[in-house]
C-alpha cells in the first residue's frame, strides 16, 4: 500500500498526506519533461491535503507559466509540486510529484495528459484514460479562455 509520507531526495523537506493516495498520472508537457528529466509522474491532492512537516520554510518555486508555479527543493533540487495559480475553477490545484512518496506500492497508473506532445520515442503499455493538451486546459480552465 502507498505511503502517506514522502519529501524530497535530501530530506530536508519531508511530508505528510492526509489520505493514503491510489492513483497517478503521468504528463507528457514540455515542462514536466524538463523539470522531472523525463515523465511527469503526478498525483492530485485534495485541498487541504498536504501537511510539511519538515523544511516548508525552505521550500522555493517559480513561476513556470502565466497560470502555474512549481515547488521544489533548493538543497538537493528535487521537484515536490506544481500548483495552479491563475484565476478560476482549478486555483489553488496542487499535483504532487509521485516519486517524492516514500512507497508507491499499491498505486495505480490511471492516466496520460498532453498526450499529443508525448515523444515518439516512448510509450506505455496498457490502457487508460488519454487526454491532449486541448483537453486538459478545457477541463481545468472550466471551458473558459486561458
Excluded at 1 to 21: K, W
Excluded at 53 to 81: H, K, M, N
Excluded at 137 to 146: A, F, K, L
Amino acid at each position: 500500500m502507498a505511503s502517506t509520507e514522502g519529501g524530497c531526495l535530501c530530506g530536508a523537506i519531508r511530508y505528510r498526506l492526509a489520505e493514503t493516495p491510489t492513483e497517478f498520472g503521468a504528463c507528457h508537457c514540455g515542462m514536466c519533461r524538463k523539470s522531472s528529466g523525463g515523465v511527469g509522474l503526478a498525483m492530485e491532492v485534495p485541498d487541504g491535503g498536504l501537511t510539511f512537516t519538515e523544511g516548508e520554510d525552505r521550500i522555493a518555486s517559480f513561476q513556470s507559466s502565466d497560470w502555474a508555479e512549481r515547488a521544489f527543493c533548493p538543497v538537493c533540487g528535487s521537484g515536490l509540486y506544481w500548483r495552479m495559480t491563475a484565476e478560476g475553477p482549478a486555483k489553488g490545484l496542487t499535483i504532487l510529484n509521485a516519486g517524492t512518496l516514500d512507497d508507491m506500492n499499491g498505486m495505480a497508473f490511471t492516466h496520460e495528459i498532453y498526450v499529443d506532445n508525448q515523444p515518439d520515442c516512448y510509450a506505455f503499455a496498457g490502457e487508460r484514460k488519454r487526454m491532449t493538451e486541448a483537453e486538459v486546459i478545457e477541463m481545468v480552465s472550466g471551458g473558459g479562455e486561458h
